[in-house]
């Protein structure tokens, strides 16, 4: 069973940061992909950003520039670094894991984690 355990949500000011972590065994964090979801009130779980086996890392287009996903080797975790926090970024963020190569849907992630809720104020 792949258990992977997040932590860092909370409240934050619009423009504020917040550095969201996600803890694995380690079997599963050298050979899994590693991802970020999210869902927000009234909209369906979309893809944040993921961090693959070869160092691969891709975004959605609307945290570009904003969010940055890291994979920490000596501490099994994956971190998503979230700078200039909008109100729009609030809901639950969950991580994920996938034996995929590369994968942003949610639907090929077979592990998740328990979730961890961000909330933006304006």
């Known amino acids: 069973q792949v258990q992977l355990v997040e932590s860092g949500g909370g409240l934050v000011q619009a423009g504020g940061s917040v550095r969201l972590s996600c803890a694995a065994e380690?079997?599963?964090?050298?050979?899994?992909?590693m991802g970020w979801f999210r869902q927000t009130p009234g909209k369906e779980r979309e893809f944040v950003a993921a961090?693959?086996?070869?160092?691969?890392?891709g975004y959605a287009d609307f945290v570009k520039g904003r969010f940055t996903i890291s994979r920490e080797i000596a501490e099994n975790t994956v971190y998503l670094q979230m700078n200039s926090l909008k109100p729009e970024d609030t809901g639950v963020y969950y991580c994920?894991?996938?034996?995929?190569?590369?994968?942003?849907?949610?639907?090929?992630?077979?592990?998740w984690g328990q979730g961890t809720q961000v909330t933006v104020s304006s």
């Open positions: 994920a894991a996938s034996a995929s190569a590369w994968a942003t849907g949610s639907e090929q992630y077979p592990y």
């Open positions: 380690r079997s599963t964090f050298l050979n899994a992909l």
């Open positions: 961090s693959g086996r070869t160092g691969r890392t």
